[in-house]
């Protein structure tokens, strides 16, 4: 049982909870193992024990996030009508900026958190993660030319295009709007889906 009588699943989602608030509300920055037990009220050995290090804490809160941004990126992207792919892929990678302008912090956390050279991905993040872009697969099934690479390669390539862009439309240092980002998108998955 972990302090206050609570048993270690019980305490595991409190901590993460807690984490997930800080990132939410102070950014990556401002989530330290004190700030989390402290939010928590727990004691500060309770997230080694039960985590190993704020590192496996973080990467729990982006599971998370990872699980809820890939839902609402597909669930947009099924709601298209048209059975052009391309258009569901357009959906899809507005979905990502929009999920991610609207919890940038959230977001940031995916990709700030640096894990050392000997330490692994989860099991869980790694098979959602996979998931990810089997699913984006999918949407190269019947109607987007290949050009002889795998669906795997060009939905990783699209994703990782995709992701370049949003970065520097949210970093804003070469200028433009949210609205020129959605252009630039639409624009980039026209091309990468063109036959």
């Known amino acids: 049982m972990g302090r206050q009588g609570r048993n270690p699943e019980t305490l595991r989602a409190l901590i993460t909870d807690s984490a997930e608030t800080i990132i939410v509300e102070q950014g990556l920055s401002g989530c330290t193992a004190r700030a989390i037990t402290t939010k ?10 039960l985590f190993g290090g704020i590192e496996h ?8 996030t990872l699980a809820v941004m890939g839902n609402l990126m597909f669930e947009q992207a099924l709601k298209v009508t048209t059975e052009r792919s391309a258009d569901r892929l357009e959906a899809l990678a507005l979905a ?23 330490e692994e991905l989860p099991e869980e993040y790694l098979t959602l993660r996979n998931g990810l872009i089997e699913r984006i697969t999918t949407f190269f099934a019947h109607d987007v030319e290949t050009r002889g690479h795998s669906p795997q ?27 020129d980002v959605e252009e630039r998108i639409r624009l980039l998955v026209k091309k990468l889906s063109a036959g």
């Open 96 to 118: 990502y900026f929009h999920y991610a302008r609207d919890n940038l912090n959230r977001w940031h956390a995916l990709f700030a958190l640096r894990l050392s050279s000997h």
């Open 40 to 49: 928590a009220g727990c004691a500060l050995g309770s997230l080694s024990y």
């Open 57 to 64: 804490v973080i990467l729990a809160v982006n599971t998370r």
């Open 153 to 179: 390669i060009l939905a990783r390539t699209m994703y990782e295009a995709v992701h370049g862009v949003v970065i520097l439309g949210l970093d804003q240092r070469l200028g433009g709007s949210p609205e």
